[in-house]
């Protein structure tokens, strides 16, 4: 089955640093959304990004819908110890219920 | 609203036996899914339901089933259960409408199959 590139896999960064994500596909996706996991947890979302072009913030997050619809990036600023866990982008295609995910970037924040 | 819970949170299952997942939600969402997280992979649509008495497969429904009878609840059955079922199982639910994208997931359920 289809998956998104998501890189990086993992980061290990300090408290107040910025992060930056990004997914990418072969593909054109119509929706692109991020979702953060803690462990034991299911996905919650984050930032959906509806066109290309869009970018959304939501507090210290910010994520951009590629202009070509085959990427997306998530920015993280000011990162605090909460801020640990797995983070995944999701596209959907038009007309679709299916969402893609990628494989998450685990992000650790050193105090 | 306890949004969308699931049962049970943990079970291990024995080659061959049969299980039913529940998924239950109270946000009067027409739509519900169910995936599958393997370690270290994003997670895997394997059923979903456009709402009540209509379900479509998803990209891996091989060795499951699912029905939905109420608005409310969205269970997944496996009738045998093999190893290869071994991971995290996620309920999910949305609103539908345009921009509606936004699927709230359940807590999951851990399903070892030995």
């Known amino acids: 089955g289809q998956q998104l590139n998501q890189s990086p896999q993992s980061m290990f960064i300090q408290e107040g640093e910025d992060v930056s994500m990004n997914c990418t596909s072969s593909?054109?996706?119509?929706?692109w959304l991020w979702y953060k996991q803690d462990p034991g947890e299911g996905p919650v979302l984050l930032i959906a990004?509806?066109?290309?072009?869009e970018l959304t913030s939501n507090g210290r997050l910010t994520a951009q819908f590629g202009i070509t619809r085959k990427d997306s990036f998530l920015n993280i600023s000011a990162s605090i110890p909460s801020d640990v866990g797995i983070y995944f982008c999701?596209?959907?295609?038009?007309?679709?219920?299916?969402?893609?995910f990628g494989k998450g970037t685990k992000l650790t924040v050193n105090p | 609203n306890a949004g969308v819970t699931q049962t049970p949170k943990f079970r291990i299952l024995k080659i061959g036996q049969s299980m039913t997942l529940q998924c239950t939600q109270d946000?009067?969402?027409?739509?519900m899914y169910w995936y599958r997280q393997d370690p270290g992979m994003g997670l895997k649509l394997i059923y979903y339901?456009?709402?009540?008495?209509?379900?479509d497969k998803g990209e891996v429904p091989n060795g499951y089933n699912v029905s939905r009878s109420t608005t409310e609840d969205f269970p997944l059955r496996l009738e045998l259960a093999a190893p290869s079922q071994t991971s995290v199982y996620f309920c999910?639910?949305?609103?539908?409408?345009?921009?509606?994208?936004?699927?709230?997931f359940g807590p999951g359920t851990r399903l070892t199959v030995l």
């Open positions: 999910a639910s949305r609103l539908s409408g345009q921009r509606r994208n936004e699927q709230f």
């Open positions: 593909s054109i996706f119509n929706t």
């Open positions: 990004l509806y066109k290309a072009g």
């Open positions: 999701a596209g959907q295609k038009g007309g679709s219920e299916k969402l893609v």
């Open positions: 946000m009067n969402h027409n739509y």
């Open positions: 339901s456009v709402g009540a008495g209509i379900t």
